[in-house]
């Protein structure tokens, strides 16, 4: 039990499909994050919400939309993806949204897009 | 581009002290050194941190050089389940946020 809760852990799709990866933790963080994980590139940050406003989006294309309701659920809408958008991607929550406390990431959803 | 530089893999007997070493000479004076490791199939996992003094908990020891543009990840008492990807990391200052600059880590094997 890592506190931090992804699913599905695995998901095929196709690139007319739409999909959402959920995210929920339950260590009263007020911090959440979106990382993703290619093969043979380091984790890239997409997003950050603190107190359930975004406060980071490194350039994300907009085919990923993320949406964070209250500070333990944050969800990644998919649409449209292309094949080079399968990674893993990771789910993260920390204490506080500055980046100045350790992160706790669940153990991601293996997406593969065809 | 992340600002460190580790081995891309090391191994370890079962039971002797690892030791992983990174390289972070560009670090500023009030950058912090993080470190997590990655097992198979799991999210990255939090070990220690530190800005200049060592420090050390139930996981891990982290000593600092002098000049702060190296250090070292000790695990003591290594076991198979300490075998994973460990990650040296430099928190870094931008656009009012800390951030963390992953690199590629270090693949530990523990042999039995």
Redesign the interface.
């Known amino acids: 039990e890592t506190g931090v809760t992804q699913t599905p852990r695995h998901l095929v799709m196709g690139m007319t499909n739409k999909k959402s990866l959920k995210c929920e933790q339950h260590l009263g963080h007020n911090a959440m994050y979106w990382y993703k994980q290619s093969a043979k590139k380091p984790l890239e940050l997409m997003f950050v919400y603190s107190l359930e406003e975004r406060v980071e989006n490194n350039s994300v294309p907009s085919r990923f939309s993320p949406e964070c309701p209250n500070s333990s659920h944050l969800f990644l809408h998919l649409h449209t993806l292309q094949p080079e958008d399968s990674a893993l991607y990771l789910c993260a929550s920390s204490r506080s949204g500055t980046g100045d406390s350790p992160l706790h990431f669940g153990n991601g959803t293996r997406l593969t897009v065809t | 581009d992340?600002k460190t530089t580790q081995p891309p893999s090391m191994d370890c007997a079962e039971g002797r002290a690892a030791n992983l070493p990174c390289n972070h000479s560009t670090i500023s004076g009030n950058e912090y050194v993080?470190w997590?490791r990655q097992i198979h199939?799991?999210?990255?996992?939090?070990i220690i941190?530190g800005l200049k003094n060592n420090e050390t908990n139930e996981m891990a020891s982290l000593i600092i050089t002098e000049d702060r543009k190296s250090s070292t990840l000790i695990l003591p008492h290594a076991t198979l389940r300490d075998t994973a990807v460990y990650y040296c990391i430099v928190?870094v200052y931008i656009d009012s946020?800390?951030?963390?600059?992953?690199?590629?880590g270090t693949k530990l094997i523990i042999k039995p």
């Open positions: 992340a993080y997590y199939s799991q999210g990255p996992q939090y941190h928190r946020n800390y951030q963390l600059i992953w690199g590629a």
